[in-house]
């Protein structure tokens, strides 16, 4: 109940092609979802979140989709750069409760 | 500049000794967290704490030991008892996770067995 799956474990996109991570949870007390990005030898950063309360948040290149009914969010890198080369991980929490539960991690190579 | 630091960035222990690792924030967050990564499994969450000389234990807290004495300073004691401790190891902290604040993470110490 409290995992997220998180898929694909490594992803290889051609520069300028568009990056999809999927995540998926059964907790339906979860109520924020983050996505954060770290950088080989780095600490995890916060790159982009969203509440279920809508289903689509975009900042720049990156895009969260959100769908509740299916219990699943996905992350969407448009026109990918090799600076996007990073691992990416999935994230939820019920907010009041002071954990994150993070997905296994996408590990992406944008190809030159 | 403001941040959290992590101290050594490279740790290695011998079978039977105890180590700790540093960590160190001048967010003046009241959450601190240590996580441990090893690859395909993502971050998981090893002890938690929310306030000065108070932590719970997280997912995997089994051969490791926290202390918060301060509300700068989270260490984490890698015990013997610890019988997989390669890894690497993330602090993080925070406002309050709470409210959704974010984390921000140091850069990480990389503990490996001799």
């Known amino acids: 109940q409290q995992q997220v799956k998180q898929s694909p474990q490594s992803l290889i996109v051609q520069k300028g092609g568009i990056s999809i991570i999927n995540c998926a949870y059964e907790?339906?007390?979860?109520?924020?979802f983050p996505w954060y990005q770290q950088f080989p030898g780095k600490g995890p950063a916060l790159l982009i979140a969203?509440?279920?309360?809508?289903s689509e948040k975009k900042e720049g290149r990156f895009t969260i989709s959100f769908n509740k009914s299916a219990k699943q969010f996905s992350l969407h890198i448009m026109d990918s750069q090799p600076g996007d080369s990073a691992t990416y991980f999935c994230?939820?929490?019920?907010?009041?409760?002071?954990?994150?539960?993070f997905g296994t991690g996408t590990r992406l190579l944008v190809s030159p | 500049d403001g941040g959290i630091t992590q101290s050594p960035k490279y740790l290695f222990r011998k079978e039977g000794q105890n180590v700790t690792l540093s960590c160190e924030q001048n967010?003046?967050?009241?959450?601190m967290y240590w996580y441990r990564q090893d690859p395909g499994q993502g971050l998981r969450l090893i002890y938690y704490?929310?306030?000065?000389?108070?932590?719970q234990k997280g997912d995997i807290a089994e051969g490791y030991s926290v202390s918060r004495e301060k509300k700068e300073s989270f260490p984490l004691t890698v015990t013997s008892a610890q019988k997989n401790p390669t890894a690497f190891y993330l602090c993080?902290?925070?406002?309050?996770?709470?409210?959704?604040?974010?984390?921000?993470f140091g850069s990480g110490t990389q503990l490996s067995v001799l």
């Open positions: 993080a902290s925070s406002g309050q996770l709470a409210t959704n604040e974010k984390l921000f």
């Open positions: 907790n339906t007390a979860f109520d924020y």
């Open positions: 969203i509440r279920p309360d809508v």
């Open positions: 994230a939820a929490q019920n907010t009041g409760f002071q954990k994150l539960v």
């Open positions: 967010l003046n967050h009241d959450a």
């Open positions: 704490s929310q306030i000065v000389n108070d932590f």
